[in-house]
């Protein structure tokens, strides 16, 4: 069942569609700050944008900065929003339960099929901007980088510090492998937000029979959770909103990393997969399906 | 009578619904677990945190202030640190060599602080600054706001002779904290008081509230949501430049530069009662009146930008004053107080601002005109 739901996600010309429209976004910017040469200046624009001229390799952090506030989740409630809801509108989930599948491992399927797109998604993205920077701003050689002309004696920050390839939002240098590091941790934190809102559309596909229907109300609840975040008077239930954490993936970016926000960005999403996904499931399980 | 179907149905539900009612649970009962302190005087307290400026220590600490400041020219910076929220990264090794990172969703701005110089890294324009020297004079900076920080400056500035009770103990960072009360003894200051919940072993100030006068929210308050006693490694509290960076040098004594309009500094030796004292080296423009948490200072502004300095308060809400011979306006806000006057017969403008009422800071202003002193 779980390989027939992931053959169909495959083959689904909109699967790869949808995912290409994700990766353009990014290269689109790339390209024009290229041939431009008008990256916005440090501190203004899109997060780490301002850095990829410095070293292409950073540019898979300003691509998921680029993606995630709209495209991705949009992207994600779609996908998610049409498991069952697309079937019933198709007229075939009537059908996929006469075979003798028992309707929680159909609903497992149809969630480990999402699961696969985010993790295509985000995975495709992180490597086509990866590719991008580094072929239109590149990647500088560690031995490169390093400027000892600029030490100066008896202070410790007179000059850049050999070996590092970007620097983190704290001014400190990272080497490859730690940027490598950071950007898999950053891509994981994505991955899970948006399995939340995954979880969400799953939820209200099992509710409704019409995909837009549960794709809207999923982004429904994001916008009304981005809101309640910027809103001081609702400081009290801020931590749990499934926004809340969100930008959490920057700190991965920030030496040492901060690892508050991302702990708690992963534990918030895992609860708003678990309580959507066991609705889904007590709703889904029992429910007259007529179409 | 209810069908199989939704009998089940109903089962699945309720399961559902225990298990987020749970999830909802937590935090409440978390917060509601009882907390064990070891059982100290205010007295013991107030020592113990006094005694604690050396301890090494980690942590993240949010503020959030409402000073209710009005927006002035070349502020900013002060107004959202003391009308906002902000966030802090901690790390302490001692007294003069520690680290207090100020984060945003998409930037952040550190300061280090080491034995010789002080350093300030912001990530907006990717710029690493060494500030030569002390300052002898400066405005808050988010490293005040730091519960620690915070604490011991106020019970200094309160001194012995300030009141202390006891409060009911809380839980602070996950940490059980004995609280203390303080309540200034300065006639005529706007601090009502202070109340600060401390780490009862080490006296480690883990969260404090000061509130002003006729206020029943605090006007201030910071606290850790996490916090440990470890002292930090070396490689934390010395910046280090990436690529891309940029590196400058200031001197701390830079910002006389910034008094230019100061006038000569001819200033009486006591204020409504209260006398002066000294001013750091440098900056003997600047008068400062009375002790503790009801101090002012008094400054005089040459030329003309007392005059548009007033114009602009006045557009800010601030009170018109109005004499035979002066024009002013006073500033009010919970914990601050701000005084201009300009006089037609005492060349400039006089500003007093400082922790004191309205009444005390215009009485100093009515002395400062009435010629001679």
Same mark, same amino acid.
């Given at each position: 069942?779980?390989?027939?739901?992931?053959?169909?996600?495959?083959?689904?010309?909109?699967?790869?569609?949808?995912?290409?429209?994700?990766c353009?976004?990014?290269?689109?910017?790339?390209?024009f700050?290229?041939?431009?040469?008008?990256?916005?200046?440090?501190?203004?624009?899109?997060?780490? $944008?301002?850095?990829?001229?410095?070293?292409?390799?950073?540019?898979?952090?300003?691509?998921?900065a680029?993606? $995630?506030?709209?495209?991705?989740?949009?992207?994600?409630?779609?996908?998610?929003?049409?498991?069952?809801?697309g079937?019933?509108?198709?007229?075939?989930?009537?059908?996929?339960?006469?075979?003798?599948?028992?309707?929680?491992?159909?609903?497992?399927?149809?969630?480990?099929?999402?699961?696969t797109?985010?993790?295509?998604?985000?995975?495709?993205?992180?490597?086509?901007?990866?590719?991008?920077?580094?072929?239109? =701003?590149?990647?500088?050689?560690?031995?490169?980088?390093?400027?000892?002309?600029?030490?100066?004696?008896?202070?410790?920050?007179?000059?850049?510090?050999?070996? @590092?390839?970007?620097?983190?939002?704290?001014?400190?240098?990272?080497?490859?492998?730690?940027?490598?590091?950071?950007?898999?941790?950053?891509?994981?934190l994505?991955?899970?937000?948006?399995?939340?809102?995954a979880?969400?559309?799953?939820?209200?596909?099992?509710?409704?029979?019409?995909?837009?229907?549960?794709? =809207?109300?999923?982004?429904?609840?994001?916008?009304? @959770?981005?809101?309640?975040?910027?809103?001081?008077?609702?400081?009290?239930?801020?931590?749990?909103?499934?926004?809340? +954490?969100?930008?959490?993936?920057?700190? =991965?970016?920030?030496?040492?990393?901060?690892?508050?926000?991302?702990?708690?960005?992963?534990?918030?999403?895992?609860? +708003?997969?678990?309580?959507? $996904?066991?609705?889904?499931?007590?709703?889904?399980?029992?429910?007259?399906v007529?179409? | 009578?209810?069908?199989?179907?939704a009998?089940?149905a109903?089962?699945?539900?309720?399961?559902v619904?225990?298990?987020?009612?749970?999830?909802?649970?937590?935090?409440?009962?978390?917060?509601?677990?009882?907390?064990?302190?070891?059982?100290?005087?205010?007295?013991?307290?107030?020592?113990?945190?006094?005694?604690?400026?050396?301890?090494?220590?980690? !942590? /993240?600490?949010?503020?959030?202030?409402?000073?209710?400041?009005?927006?002035?020219? !070349?502020?900013?910076?002060?107004?959202?640190?003391?009308?906002?929220?902000?966030?802090?990264?901690?790390?302490?090794?001692a007294?003069d060599?520690?680290?207090?990172?100020?984060?945003?969703?998409?930037?952040e701005?550190?300061? /280090?602080?080491?034995?010789?110089?002080?350093?300030?890294?912001?990530?907006?324009?990717?710029?690493?600054?060494?500030?030569?020297?002390?300052?002898?004079?400066?405005?808050?900076?988010?490293?005040?706001?730091?519960?620690?920080?915070?604490?011991?400056?106020?019970?200094?500035?309160?001194?012995?002779?300030?009141?202390?009770?006891?409060?009911?103990?809380?839980?602070?960072?996950?940490?059980?904290?004995?609280?203390?009360?303080v309540?200034?003894?300065?006639?005529?200051?706007?601090?009502?008081?202070?109340?600060?919940?401390?780490?009862?072993?080490?006296?480690?100030?883990l969260?404090?509230?000061?509130?002003?006068?006729?206020?029943?929210?605090p006007?201030?308050?910071?606290?850790f949501?996490?916090?440990?006693?470890?002292?930090?490694?070396?490689?934390?509290?010395?910046?280090?430049? !990436?690529?891309?960076?940029?590196?400058?040098?200031?001197d701390?004594?830079?910002?006389?530069?910034?008094?230019?309009?100061?006038g000569?500094?001819?200033?009486?030796?006591?204020?409504? !009662?209260?006398?002066?004292?000294?001013?750091?080296?440098?900056?003997?423009?600047?008068?400062?009146?009375?002790?503790?948490?009801?101090?002012?200072?008094?400054?005089?502004?040459?030329?003309?930008?007392?005059?548009?300095?007033?114009?602009?308060?006045?557009?800010?809400?601030?009170?018109?004053?109005?004499?035979?011979?002066?024009?002013?306006?006073?500033?009010?806000?919970?914990?601050?107080t701000?005084?201009?006057?300009?006089?037609?017969?005492?060349?400039?403008?006089?500003?007093?601002?400082?922790?004191?009422?309205?009444?005390?800071?215009?009485?100093?202003?009515?002395?400062?005109?009435?010629?001679p002193?």
């Amino acid at each position: 069942m779980i390989a027939v739901e992931q053959f169909k996600l495959l083959r689904r010309p909109r699967t790869w569609i949808s995912i290409a429209l994700l990766c353009a976004l990014p290269v689109a910017v790339a390209v024009f700050i290229a041939v431009t040469h008008l990256a916005p200046p440090p501190g203004e624009g899109a997060a780490f $944008l301002s850095a990829v001229v410095q070293d292409g390799s950073l540019y898979p952090a300003a691509a998921l900065a680029l993606v $995630l506030p709209v495209f991705l989740p949009v992207a994600v409630a779609l996908v998610a929003g049409d498991s069952i809801a697309g079937e019933a509108t198709a007229g075939t989930l009537r059908y996929l339960l006469i075979r003798p599948v028992g309707r929680t491992r159909l609903l497992v399927a149809k969630l480990v099929a999402v699961i696969t797109y985010v993790l295509l998604a985000v995975v495709s993205v992180t490597l086509t901007s990866y590719l991008t920077g580094v072929f239109l =701003f590149g990647s500088k050689p560690p031995e490169a980088v390093g400027r000892p002309g600029n030490f100066q004696a008896g202070i410790p920050t007179g000059g850049v510090q050999a070996g @590092s390839s970007a620097t983190s939002l704290s001014g400190a240098p990272l080497t490859l492998v730690q940027l490598l590091e950071r950007i898999a941790g950053a891509v994981a934190l994505i991955t899970v937000s948006m399995l939340g809102v995954a979880a969400i559309a799953l939820f209200l596909s099992t509710v409704t029979d019409s995909v837009l229907g549960a794709a =809207f109300g999923a982004l429904a609840v994001l916008v009304g @959770s981005e809101v309640l975040v910027t809103l001081n008077a609702a400081a009290s239930i801020q931590p749990y909103l499934p926004t809340r +954490y969100w930008l959490a993936w920057i700190d =991965f970016f920030r030496q040492p990393i901060f690892w508050r926000d991302i702990q708690r960005g992963f534990g918030i999403q895992l609860v +708003y997969v678990a309580v959507f $996904l066991a609705a889904a499931w007590a709703n889904f399980s029992t429910k007259d399906v007529t179409a | 009578m209810v069908s199989v179907v939704a009998g089940r149905a109903m089962r699945r539900w309720a399961l559902v619904a225990a298990g987020v009612a749970l999830l909802c649970a937590m935090p409440a009962i978390d917060s509601a677990l009882p907390v064990s302190v070891p059982r100290m005087s205010a007295i013991q307290l107030r020592s113990r945190i006094l005694a604690s400026a050396s301890l090494p220590y980690a !942590g /993240y600490a949010e503020s959030n202030a409402a000073f209710g400041l009005p927006s002035l020219t !070349g502020l900013s910076d002060v107004a959202a640190l003391l009308d906002g929220v902000t966030r802090m990264r901690v790390w302490q090794a001692a007294p003069d060599s520690w680290r207090v990172d100020v984060l945003s969703d998409v930037s952040e701005q550190d300061t /280090y602080q080491t034995p010789h110089a002080s350093y300030i890294w912001d990530s907006g324009s990717e710029l690493l600054t060494e500030v030569l020297g002390r300052y002898p004079v400066r405005l808050p900076r988010p490293a005040d706001l730091v519960p620690p920080a915070l604490a011991l400056r106020l019970l200094r500035a309160a001194g012995p002779r300030a009141r202390v009770t006891e409060l009911a103990p809380r839980r602070v960072a996950g940490l059980s904290a004995e609280g203390l009360r303080v309540i200034p003894d300065n006639p005529g200051s706007t601090v009502a008081q202070i109340d600060i919940w401390a780490e009862p072993a080490s006296g480690l100030p883990l969260q404090v509230e000061m509130f002003g006068r006729g206020g029943g929210q605090p006007a201030i308050e910071t606290q850790f949501l996490q916090v440990s006693s470890w002292r930090p490694d070396n490689a934390v509290l010395i910046p280090q430049r !990436g690529p891309g960076t940029a590196f400058t040098q200031t001197d701390a004594a830079d910002l006389s530069g910034a008094l230019n309009d100061l006038g000569p500094g001819l200033l009486p030796v006591s204020l409504d !009662g209260r006398a002066r004292v000294d001013a750091p080296v440098g900056f003997d423009q600047v008068g400062v009146y009375g002790r503790g948490l009801g101090t002012f200072a008094v400054l005089q502004l040459d030329g003309s930008s007392g005059l548009s300095l007033i114009s602009g308060a006045r557009l800010d809400g601030g009170i018109p004053l109005k004499g035979p011979h002066w024009v002013g306006v006073v500033v009010s806000t919970p914990l601050i107080t701000a005084v201009l006057l300009h006089s037609s017969t005492v060349a400039g403008t006089f500003v007093l601002a400082g922790f004191v009422d309205r009444q005390v800071l215009q009485r100093a202003a009515e002395e400062l005109i009435a010629d001679p002193w």
